[in-house]
C-alpha cells in the first residue's frame, strides 16, 4: 500500500485501518464467554474465495449424474475431468488437493451447506458474505474477528503492546465490522499488501507529505547510504509529535518507527528453497508467501484475512473454464505454503481456512457457467498441533428438481454436513473460547477437526 493511499484510510490509532463502510452492530457482552487459556499459539490465515467457488474441484464424487443432466456438455466444454482417488477435479487443483492429503495436512469438508438460507430461498452475494464473515444470521452482528479480538484483550491474551494482532491483506470486510462500543484502534486490522510496501516508513523525497515547518530543517530532503538520516528522522518525530494532540493520534505516533522497523525486516526476509514445492508464479502465490512470511516473523498476529485477488473471481456465472486454471494456482499455491510452513517449523501452529460465501448448482448452464448455489467445500490445512486431519468428509447427492438450470448438490440423507457459521464457532474455539455457540446461532465448531 502507498503511503498517500495509507493515510487517507488510515486512523493512525496503532495503525488501524478505518473501513469505508463500518457501521456499528451489536455490542459483544464478554462476560457471557467462556473462556480457556491455551498453549496451542495458533495463527490463522483466512482465504475467503469472493464471489463462490464451485464446489466441483475438490468433490466430482456425482459427475457422471450431472453430466447426464447438465443443460450443457461438460466433456464438450472442459479440456479434462479425470477424478482423483478422493474424487477430486484432478485437473482444477486435484492432483495439489492429494498430495496436501496424502501428508495429513488437508481436510476437506463437502458437506457446508445452509437448511436456513435453503428455507429461506437465499443464495445473494451480499447477505451470504455478510454472514459467513460475522458468524451470524443476525444483521446486528459484529464480524468474527472483532468479537475475537474484544474477547482476547477482555482475557489479557492481547492488549496495547500486542504487535498487529489482526492483518488484511484484502482491505475492508465484514470480518472486522465494529459493535455499538467502538473497540481499541490496536484491535483493529493493519493493512498489508504482498511487497509490503510499508506505509509507516518516511519517504523523504516526497516533499507534498511535509509541512512548510518541517520543509524549512536543514537538509530535511537528503539521504546517506542506508536511506532516511537517522538523526533527521529524530528531529521530524520530535517536531510531529509536538504538533500531535494527545490521544490517538499521538499514541500511534510513537509506534511509528517499531512498526516500520518491523514491516521491512519482514520485507526483507527470505523464503527458504521449497525445491519441487516453490510458489508458482502467479499473483496470488506472492500474496499467500507474504502472509505465511508475516505469521512466521511474528507470533503476535492471530488472524490474517486474505482474498483470492491475482486468480480472479469465483461468479461463474458464464464461461467458467477459467476455473479449472483459478483452481490449479490456488491450490498449488496453497501446497507451497504448507512446505514453506512446514519449512519453517510452523506447520503445528498456522492453520489456513478456505472458504467463500456460498458454492454453486451444478448445471453447466447455456452460458457455459453455474448459477449460485447453497453448498460448498470447507477446506482446512495446517494446524497440526491441534486438528486431527482427516483427509476427506462429508458426502453429497445430486438434487434435481426437474427444472431447466437447477441442478443442487446437497448432504447425503445420515451423513455430516454443518451451517457455513459453524466456521465461524471453528475459528473462535481454535482461540480458546468454548461455547462459541452463543456467538453464531447456536451453531458448533467441527468437532471432526478436533477429534
Not at 459467513?132 to 446486528?140: T, V, Y
Not at 521530524?236 to 509536538?242: E, G, K, R, V
Not at 499455491?333 to 478456505?354: D, R, T, W
Not at 475459528?427 to 453464531?440: A, D, H, M, V
Amino acid at each position: 500500500m502507498k503511503r498517500r493511499d495509507f493515510i487517507k484510510l488510515s486512523l493512525a490509532a496503532g495503525s488501524a485501518i478505518l473501513l469505508p463502510d463500518f457501521t456499528y452492530a451489536a455490542t459483544l457482552d464478554v462476560s457471557k464467554i467462556n473462556f480457556s487459556q491455551n498453549d496451542n499459539n495458533a495463527q490463522t490465515i483466512v482465504i475467503f474465495m469472493y464471489g463462490g467457488a464451485s464446489q466441483l474441484a475438490g468433490n466430482i464424487t456425482n459427475i457422471e449424474e450431472i453430466k447426464k443432466k447438465s443443460q450443457s456438455s461438460y466433456d464438450d466444454y472442459f479440456r479434462g475431468i479425470t477424478p482423483t482417488k478422493n474424487g477430486c477435479w484432478q485437473e482444477a487443483g486435484g492432483t495439489a488437493m492429494e498430495s496436501l492429503i496424502d501428508n495429513g495436512d488437508m481436510t476437506i469438508f463437502r458437506c457446508c451447506y445452509s437448511a436456513v438460507r435453503e428455507a429461506a430461498g437465499n443464495k445473494a452475494h451480499g447477505e451470504c458474505t455478510a454472514q459467513n464473515q460475522k458468524g451470524s444470521f443476525d444483521e446486528d452482528s459484529a464480524g468474527i474477528l472483532a468479537n475475537l479480538a474484544q474477547i482476547l484483550e477482555a482475557n489479557k491474551v492481547v492488549n496495547e503492546n500486542t504487535l498487529m494482532p489482526f492483518v488484511t491483506m484484502e482491505g475492508e470486510s465484514k470480518f472486522y465490522l465494529e459493535g455499538n462500543k467502538p473497540i481499541p484502534g490496536y484491535l483493529k486490522p493493519i493493512g498489508i499488501n504482498e511487497g509490503f510496501e510499508n506505509p509507516y516508513k518516511r519517504d523523504v523525497r516526497r516533499w507534498t507529505y511535509y509541512t512548510e515547518a518541517e520543509r524549512e530543517i536543514e537538509n530535511y530532503n537528503e539521504n546517506n547510504s542506508s536511506g532516511f538520516d537517522p538523526a533527521l528522522d529524530g528531529k521530524m518525530n520530535t517536531l510531529a509529535q509536538q504538533n500531535n494532540v494527545p490521544g490517538k493520534i499521538k499514541d500511534a505516533f510513537g509506534k511509528r518507527d517499531k512498526l516500520s522497523t518491523f514491516i521491512d525486516s519482514i520485507a526483507s526476509s527470505t523464503t527458504p528453497d521449497l525445491g519441487a514445492d516453490a510458489y508458482p508464479d502467479n499473483d496470488f502465490s506472492k500474496k499467500i508467501e507474504a502472509a505465511v512470511k508475516l505469521l512466521v516473523k511474528n507470533p503476535d498476529t492471530k488472524v490474517l484475512t486474505l482474498g483470492t485477488g491475482g486468480l480472479g473471481g469465483w461468479d461463474d456465472h458464464n464461461e467458467a473454464r477459467d476455473y479449472v486454471t483459478r483452481m490449479e494456482n490456488l491450490f498449488g499455491s496453497l501446497k507451497s505454503a504448507m512446505a514453506h510452513l512446514k519449512a519453517e517449523g510452523k506447520e503445528q501452529n498456522i492453520n489456513i481456512m478456505v472458504f467463500g460465501e456460498f458454492g454453486r448448482n451444478v448445471n453447466l448452464n447455456s452460458a457455459k457457467g453455474w448459477d449460485h448455489g447453497n453448498l460448498q467445500n470447507f477446506y482446512v490445512l495446517g494446524g497440526k498441533g491441534y486438528f486431527n486431519h482427516k483427509g476427506v468428509l462429508g458426502e453429497t447427492i445430486v438434487d434435481d428438481p426437474q427444472s431447466i438450470n437447477r441442478l443442487w448438490l446437497k448432504p447425503k440423507s445420515g451423513t455430516y454436513w454443518f451451517e457455513p457459521l459453524s466456521i465461524a464457532a471453528t475459528l473462535y474455539k481454535i482461540y480458546g473460547i468454548e461455547n462459541p455457540e452463543i456467538l453464531t446461532n447456536n451453531n458448533k465448531a467441527i468437532d471432526q477437526l478436533f477429534s
